[in-house]
């Protein structure tokens, strides 16, 4: 008995499986995934010092203390739009040198829209509350968790993991999200007073910024695995 090799065109069901194949290899060939995670996170260390030596404090002699995040507004609206034209920019080369298409814009335009709100929620905040609040009911922490710049780019990775059908990228991204909400602003500061109120703000976005870094190295040796 022999067995002979049917051609795919022979086959209706061998030539749809190729077709899924090929289709599975463009979509990963298109992802540079770690590229827009490496932006972001530094994007977000690089912060930091803005957020820290941008900040207004004034403490009372009976440690009661007012604050005014002014660095965040200063930095993070010019520093969104860069951040995510350079990524376009990466995603855009990348394909083109493959010879492919790419969907980054619906990305980018989602980073630009979400910066805008951003930016608006940030400003309403700064006129409407003069000095910090001393109790927040728990779901406007977690809002506020939410449109922080931090929280603003899990929810733009969850835009980008839907279009590069990433579930790898969705599954970072959902930890990602929990740990900003619920777990990093638990951290309540050291030092002085002025340091406490900075080092509350500054711990979560180093530890945010440092596991952005880390999704990007761990994207970055997938992808050379798959080749």
Partial sequence: MTTDSVPAGDDPRRLLSDVRALAHRVRLDQRVTWVALLVLGTVTLVGIPFDWFGMQVHCRPDSSCEFARRGVLYYWPAAFLLAYAAIAFCYVRAARTRGLGTRVLSYALTGVALTALFTAAWVAAALYF?????????????????????????????????????????????????????????????????????????VPQL?????????????????RRHR
């Fill in 207 to 223: 530890v945010s910024g440092a596991a952005l870094l880390l999704g990007a190295a761990g994207f970055r040796a997938a992808r």
């Fill in 130 to 202: 003069p000095s910090h609040p001393v109790r927040f009911a728990f779901w406007m922490l977690v809002l506020d968790r939410l449109i922080a710049p931090w929280g603003i780019i899990g929810v733009a990775l969850l835009v980008l993991a839907r279009l590069e059908r990433n579930v790898a990228l969705l599954l970072f991204t959902l930890g990602y999200l929990a740990m900003v909400l619920l777990v990093l602003p638990m951290n309540e500061g050291w030092g002085p007073p002025h340091w406490g109120i900075r080092s509350q703000f500054a």
